[in-house]
């Protein structure tokens, strides 16, 4: 009797398991279209550009105009169209914020996650551009949307040494947990336009790293002898104003000046 | 029989001219050590928060009226929380922080107080991550030479009390409450607490120091809190722009009003410049009041020493026939006036110091202390007044003949 009644409740469990699994409410197991579109952009390794909208009015027809063209002749972005007012897009209006922003509005995702850019009630085609930035980029803008410093190091042909002063501030206890380092070679061609927006010269003979801050800041570039004092100095001087001679920040900083070189 | 004597005995005998003309005098210096106390404090105030909000600016819904800045958000009116995010987005020059709020009046333990709603930091500087790297489009160091663009505190560390100096706060939960140091007192919270307002439930992450101002009277939480609980919607009372200094508060106005033109960009100059305006017309009257009280109060001594003349023929008539010169009398009616404008002058300074502590904080909200400079000005100009009102009556004193004093029976 007691075999019986042990495997009749090993029964009964296995059946309400089953049940549970198999018989869950749609709503919970299913995707949004949103959801679904920005999945397969990310999959695709596409930049999903989120075009929010609360009614269907002229100015977000004039917007997916742009966008949709934009998209078009490009193979590596993705048109997410949105209503916020759709209560199955609740997560993504929420995740983006999307009900507090000016509509219609665009927000270029990169496939990583970094927001590479958004557009409020007007879109051109070269905010499109500037919005697909390069790998490494996307790297950075991740890392510095995650409140961490990032030190981008550009490597010479041949060589991925990080520089010891580089190493050793990200190994001190401080910052070893609000640091992320990007390593890219000076010729990669998929970077060019970041090395070039960073007035980095493909040709370098020694590694140069780019050090910034959130939201988005640099706070300088240097070379290979940057030690983790400059780093750290250049750091707590950060977000100061520079020569206007009115600012209240300049008449109360005191750090010591970066040292910069290529 | 010493000068002095004589002097002091005169005035105990007749009290009631001397409180007349005490009076007269000491009215005269009240008026003008009250008003210029007040005015002169609440100019100092003004200073104050030019010095450490002089660059800020405030957006505000259309036609509302500011008469002080730090209740900006309590006029009822609201704006669409969407300008905030306008405004991040924009990444004008010049603009350090945003603070947008949004005030409500709620209970704690029957107690009726004031919730506001803020945005922490570190919200807005995440939307202002969304448009990537600024220094790759908008090098560093902008046409206006102002304002790199402030960094984040990565560190971990957060000034919980950042809120009572700069009038922001790095993070703050949806469930998080900042206690103004008045109602802390109040409601006998302090960090750690837990309170109940509009249905939920708050701990109190930390309590303001003192800032002199309505916000100690406040309890602040996250902004969206409040939007939920009060059912409001996404709207806000008020959007405080911090700018990093006054030269780019100046161009930043113009910025303003073209990305927002459906509200109302005010100055913290613009804020003042009633007040100031109004201290600078009270301080014009004082001395306008002061005058014509003095010359009142100088004519009632005039009246009075006359009255004293008179009354006291024989014994002037007197004192001149035992030897007294027409120069000790003289002194005897002027050292009395000394003394009147002495007494009435310091009573007069007393008097209108006590009533400006009592009334600077009631009228205008800023403590009085006492300001000595105002007493020698009223001890000085009342002796002045009651000397000169006194001159003439004492040389016709001076001037009285014993014999037809003794004549007149």
Redesign the interface.
């Known amino acids: 009797m007691a075999v019986i009644g042990r495997r009749g409740r090993a029964t009964t469990l296995t059946l309400a398991l089953a049940a549970v699994f198999f018989f869950q409410p749609s709503e919970v197991l299913a995707e949004s279209a949103g959801q679904s579109s920005l999945a397969t952009a990310t999959r695709q390794q596409k930049f999903a550009f989120i075009l929010f909208y609360r009614t269907n009015n002229a100015a977000t027809q004039a917007m997916y105009k742009v966008l949709h063209a934009e998209v078009e002749r490009r193979d590596n972005a993705a048109l997410v169209p949105l209503n916020i007012t759709d209560a199955q897009e609740r997560e993504i209006v929420e995740q983006y914020?999307a009900?507090?922003?000016?509509?219609p509005a665009v927000?270029a995702v990169a496939p990583n996650g970094a927001?590479?850019?958004?557009f409020?009630q007007k879109l051109l085609p070269a905010h499109v551009e500037?919005?697909i930035?390069t790998p490494a980029?996307t790297q950075?803008?991740r890392a510095?949307?995650d409140?961490?410093?990032v030190l981008l190091c550009v490597h010479p042909a041949g060589s991925r040494k990080v520089p010891v002063g580089v190493q050793q501030f990200r190994s001190d206890s401080?910052n070893v947990n609000?640091t992320h380092l990007v390593s890219i070679q000076a010729g990669d061609p998929a970077e060019v336009k970041f090395l070039q927006?960073?007035k980095v010269r493909s040709d370098i003979s020694t590694a140069v790293t780019a050090f910034?801050?959130?939201?988005?800041?640099?706070?300088g570039t240097y070379n290979d002898k940057v030690t983790p004092t400059i780093l750290m100095n250049r750091?707590a001087a950060?977000?100061?104003?520079?020569?206007?001679p009115?600012?209240?920040?300049r008449q109360a900083a005191s750090a010591a000046r970066p040292t910069t070189r290529r | 029989m010493k000068l002095r004597n004589l002097i002091w005995k005169e005035l105990w005998q007749r009290p009631t001219s001397l409180m007349t003309s005490l009076a007269a005098v000491a009215l005269g210096v009240t008026a003008l050590v009250a008003i210029q106390s007040i005015t002169v404090f609440s100019e100092k105030k003004i200073a104050g928060d030019m010095r450490s909000l002089g660059a800020n600016v405030l957006v505000l819904p259309p036609g509302v009226t500011l008469q002080d800045y730090y209740s900006a958000d309590m006029h009822g009116q609201t704006m669409p929380e969407e300008y905030v995010t306008q405004l991040a987005l924009a990444r004008m020059a010049g603009v350090e922080n945003l603070a947008p709020k949004l005030c409500v009046a709620a209970e704690v333990n029957s107690i009726p107080v004031t919730l506001t709603g803020i945005l922490p930091r570190s919200e807005f500087e995440a939307k202002s991550a969304w448009q990537g790297m600024s220094f790759l489009s908008n090098p560093v160091g902008t046409d206006r030479g102002c304002c790199t663009k402030p960094v984040t505190d990565t560190s971990g560390e957060t000034d919980l009390t950042s809120l009572a100096t700069q009038r922001t706060v790095q993070d703050l939960g949806r469930n998080e409450l900042i206690l103004g140091a008045d109602i802390a007192v109040q409601l006998g919270a302090g960090a750690g607490a837990e309170l109940s307002l509009l249905g939920e439930s708050f701990q109190v992450l930390t309590v303001l120091p003192p800032t002199g101002t309505i916000d100690d009277g406040r309890l602040f939480t996250h902004l969206h809190s409040v939007q939920r609980l009060s059912d409001s919607g996404p709207v806000v009372n008020v959007i405080e722009i911090m700018a990093c200094c006054e030269d780019a508060a100046g161009s930043l106005i113009t910025d303003l009003s073209q990305e927002l033109p459906d509200t109302r960009i005010v100055t913290i100059a613009q804020v003042v410049e009633a007040q100031v305006a109004v201290n600078g017309l009270m301080s014009r009257l004082s001395w306008v009041f002061f005058g014509i009280l003095l010359l009142v109060a100088g004519a009632s001594i005039a009246s009075v020493m006359y009255a004293n003349v008179a009354e006291r023929r024989r014994e002037i008539g007197t004192l001149m026939a035992l030897g007294a010169s027409p120069g000790y009398v003289t002194k005897m009616f002027l050292g009395k006036a000394i003394i009147l404008g002495i007494a009435g002058g310091g009573l007069g300074f007393v008097a209108g110091t006590v009533l400006a502590m009592v009334l600077g904080p009631q009228l205008v909200g800023v403590s009085v202390l006492p300001m000595p400079y105002l007493c020698g000005v009223g001890v000085a100009t009342a002796t002045l007044i009651a000397v000169g009102a006194s001159y003439l009556p004492a040389r016709r004193a001076s001037r009285l003949d014993p014999c037809l004093c003794f004549n007149e029976g």
């Open positions: 914020d009900s507090r922003t000016p509509m927000m927001i590479t850019g958004v409020a500037s919005a930035v980029q950075c803008m510095l949307q409140k961490k410093l401080l609000r927006q960073l910034m801050a959130p939201p988005g800041v640099l706070l750091l950060a977000g100061q104003c520079c020569a206007d009115n600012c209240k920040h």
